[in-house]
């Protein structure tokens, strides 16, 4: 079964500063890795993924995330952070034959100071 | 074309009431999947359903939670004798097919048990 760990629950950065996300999954085979985003009463949109291919994923709202197999990690960075950024993250896998069944990492927290 | 809608937004229930949940998935969207989302947690998934069937219900609880998918109208989760416990967010999410890179989320469903 995959799990997927997120280390940090809150992490504070300053606007402009960077920032980095850190993701840890455990599955047995090259999985499909997605980062989402929730703001306070919404639900759930969806930053990026990796199904296969480069290892580097751009996607919306300037993120990325660099998927590294040695490391089983998928973190999420963006190199200037702004305040509308402030929301709870989370990293979630998929298996190749779980259709969407995704589990979902805890979550991190991100506040933002001006 | 409307996202995925679910209502209510916020749904108060006593102990031992019956709640029911909605959820219409986007158009032409026949998957459906049910998570939960517990305080200071990840989601976690429920159920999955493809019109009229349940495909896959390995994360719902054993007693007092049901779904469905009619051929026409929404999916329902269905929660009987609600119990403190069970306040949390319940998130829809749909795809057109059985693939992760087509699920869309729904801003969920806050259920609080008094």
């Known amino acids: 079964a995959q799990s997927v760990t997120q280390p940090d629950i809150h992490i504070t950065v300053s606007e402009g500063a960077s920032l980095e996300l850190r993701c840890n999954y455990s599955?047995?085979?090259?999985?499909?890795l997605f980062w989402y985003v929730q703001s306070p009463g919404q639900g759930l949109q969806l930053l990026l993924k990796?199904?296969?291919?480069?290892?580097l994923v751009q996607g919306i709202k300037g993120f990325e995330a660099e998927f590294k197999r040695s490391q089983s990690s998928f973190n999420l960075r963006k190199p200037s952070v702004h305040w509308s950024d402030a929301a709870e993250y989370f990293c979630?896998?998929?298996?190749?034959?779980?259709?969407?069944?995704?589990?979902f990492g805890g979550g991190t927290r991100l506040m933002v100071k001006p | 074309n409307a996202g995925v809608m679910q209502n209510p937004r916020h749904l108060v229930r006593r102990r031992g009431q019956e709640a029911r949940l909605r959820c219409s998935p986007m158009?032409?969207?026949?998957?459906v999947y049910w998570y939960r989302q517990l305080p200071e947690e990840g989601l976690k998934f429920m159920v999955y359903?493809?019109?009229?069937?349940?495909?896959?219900e390995s994360g719902m609880p054993k007693e007092r939670f049901s779904a469905e998918f009619p051929k026409e109208g929404p999916s329902i989760l269905r929660i009987q004798q609600v119990v403190r416990g069970d306040s949390a967010a319940y998130f829809c999410?749909?795809?057109?097919?059985?693939?992760?890179?087509?699920?869309?989320f729904g801003s969920g469903t806050q259920l609080s048990v008094l």
């Open positions: 359903l493809q019109k009229e069937n349940i495909i896959d």
């Open positions: 158009k032409g969207h026949s998957h």
């Open positions: 979630a896998v998929g298996a190749h034959n779980a259709g969407n069944m995704l589990t």
């Open positions: 999410a749909s795809s057109p097919i059985a693939m992760n890179e087509k699920l869309f």
């Open positions: 990796y199904f296969s291919g480069d290892t």
């Open positions: 599955y047995g085979a090259t999985p499909y």
